[in-house]
Nanobody, 122 residues
Framework: QVQLVESGGGVVHPGGSLRLSCAAS????????IGWFRQAPGKEREGVSC???????NYVPSVKGRFTISGDNAKNTVYLEMNNLKPEDTAVYYC????????????????WGQGTQVTVSS
């Protein structure tokens, strides 16, 4: 059974940092891509970053240089290191998998975790 469990959200001041974790079960990082998406109140879910099964990564322009995605195969966990957080980063963050090796297209993602809240506020 494929399952994703997010953790690591919280409340931080602007400029602060958080690390989100996405623990996967039922498959390995060598099999499937895992991506991070976020949804702010009143907005559509948007892709933030993705790690393909071959190790390639991508980022939405608004987080490039601030966020880093990485995977730990031994723990079967994908991380999203978020630095220099801004109020506009406030959202529920979800990890998902397309049950395939590539990150594109975003519409292919079909299995999701429960989400973790990130709030950036002074």
């Amino acid at each position: 059974q494929v399952q994703l469990v997010e953790s690591g959200g919280g409340v931080v001041h602007p400029g602060g940092s958080l690390r989100l974790s996405c623990a996967a079960s039922g498959f390995t990082l060598d099999d499937y891509a895992i991506g991070w998406f976020r949804q702010a109140p009143g907005k559509e879910r948007e892709g933030v970053s993705c790690l393909s099964s071959d190790g390639s990564t991508n980022y939405v322009p608004s987080v490039k240089g601030r966020f880093t995605i990485s995977g730990d195969n031994a723990k079967n966990t994908v991380y999203l290191e978020m630095n220099n957080l801004k109020p506009e980063d406030t959202a529920v963050y979800y990890c998902g998998t397309p049950l395939g090796s590539m990150c594109e297209p975003p519409e292919s993602f079909e299995t999701w975790g429960q989400g973790t809240q990130v709030t950036v506020s002074s």
